[in-house]
């Protein structure tokens, strides 16, 4: 198939966590918001004058600095962004969004605030309290949390605009990226696709790694290239996949995966588009807050929650994506790579 015309360029962005755009948004003036976790309402760290970053730390090398602080028994991922972090290689941040879900990830950004690891004397660095169900006592403790620990400490450090307005402003500006990432991963649902498993991951990647306001134009530049695309006339792959799975932030697994004669069609993973994609419909009769909070509790996929109907609902979610794609073309079978998640 022929090359998507900004594919390059999003892979280059992808290479650093302070990454062109970002520096081009921090110079406008704008506050980068990190986060890891999807419990951590993306949206939120998009209102106002702030920008979010997925947090990544592309092309780590030794891990021992990391290693020492933590342990060998700790998951890369976090230690990697440790690592990143001692290297001074995330001073571009403005505050950094943490959540108890991961305990090894709260004790990778814990220490952050512990080794002042970035260069600015407003930075800071909060925690929310996660619910391990969805009830109506629990939605009003999220709904709590996000405003004393995110929107509270933003207005007051940085003067951030947290008003309802706003904040329908920034779900209106989410929206729009969810609609067009995916429209373009419906195309592969087709029986012969016109794009890639490595290249939805791509682009899904930058729309969590970049200030959305500066990919959003190169994003709808891509769905209409994509709408007049012709696949290859004969398919490259033998079997079409899903994977499951939990920080998979390198899109070359995925290509790896490609390369050995699969195809992605379904990407249920925390750097995935499920959940993540999904349009956000605000309630006109619940306070804005609230409508974003009963959003990310009820799509999230995370096996924190111990609630029976999350427990069952993740393997169903599976199982109605894949059943999604196979109505469409070929069957698909679930690669559950990482059952870490208990997926």
């Given at each position: 198939m022929k090359?998507?015309?900004?594919?390059?360029?999003?892979?280059?962005?992808?290479?650093?966590?302070?990454?062109?755009?970002?520096?081009?948004?921090?110079?406008?003036?704008?506050?980068?918001?990190?986060?890891?976790?999807?419990?951590?309402?993306?949206?939120?760290?998009?209102?106002?004058?702030?920008?979010?970053?997925?947090?990544?730390?592309?092309?780590?090398?030794?891990?021992?600095?990391?290693?020492?602080?933590?342990?060998n028994f700790i998951c890369d991922y976090c230690k990697s962004l440790l690592e990143r972090g001692i290297e001074g290689g995330y001073n571009f941040l403005s505050g950094l969004m943490g959540t108890e879900t991961c305990s090894e990830m709260n004790r990778a950004l814990e220490h952050f605030e512990l080794l002042r690891l970035v260069d600015n004397e407003q930075f800071f660095v909060t925690f929310l309290d996660m619910p391990f169900k969805v009830t109506e006592n629990t939605v009003r403790h999220y709904v709590d949390q996000l405003r004393r620990k995110v929107l509270t400490p933003l207005q007051e450090v940085y003067g951030v605009d947290v008003s309802d307005d706003a904040l329908r402003k920034a779900v209106a500006e989410h929206n729009e990226v969810c609609r067009i990432l995916t429209e373009i991963g419906q195309f592969r649902k087709e029986e012969n696709p016109r794009i890639t498993g490595y290249e939805y991951h791509i682009l899904n990647l930058v729309s969590y790694c970049c200030p959305k306001y500066l990919i959003v134009g190169k994003l709808r530049e891509t769905l209409e290239e994509l709408r007049q695309r012709e696949p290859d006339v004969k398919p490259r792959f033998r079997v079409k996949i899903a994977v499951v799975g939990?920080?998979?932030?390198?899109?070359?697994?995925?290509?790896?995966?490609?390369?050995?004669?699969?195809?992605v069609v379904v990407?249920?993973?925390?750097?995935g588009s499920t959940p993540g994609r999904e349009e956000i419909h605000l309630d006109p009769d619940l306070?804005?807050?609230?409508?974003?909070?009963?959003?990310?509790?009820?799509?999230?996929?995370?096996?924190?929650?111990?609630?029976?109907?999350?427990?069952?609902?993740r393997w169903q979610l599976v199982r109605d994506l894949c059943a999604g794609v196979s109505r469409a073309g070929r069957a698909v079978r679930a690669a559950q790579v990482l059952r870490v998640l208990g997926l």
């Open positions: 090359d998507l015309k900004h594919l390059y360029e999003f892979e280059k962005l992808l290479e650093s966590a302070n990454n062109a755009l970002v520096q081009q948004a921090c110079a406008e003036g704008k506050h980068a918001l990190a986060y890891t976790c999807y419990h951590m309402p993306e949206v939120l760290l998009n209102t106002g004058n702030c920008f979010s970053v997925r947090l990544r730390a592309p092309l780590t090398g030794s891990l021992d600095i990391s290693s020492y602080y933590m342990s939990s920080e998979i932030d390198d899109p070359g697994f995925t290509k790896l995966v490609e390369d050995a004669g699969a195809l990407d249920r993973f925390c750097f306070p804005v807050l609230e409508s974003i909070a009963r959003h990310y509790l009820n799509t999230s996929q995370c096996p924190r929650f111990m609630q029976r109907e999350k427990v069952d609902g």
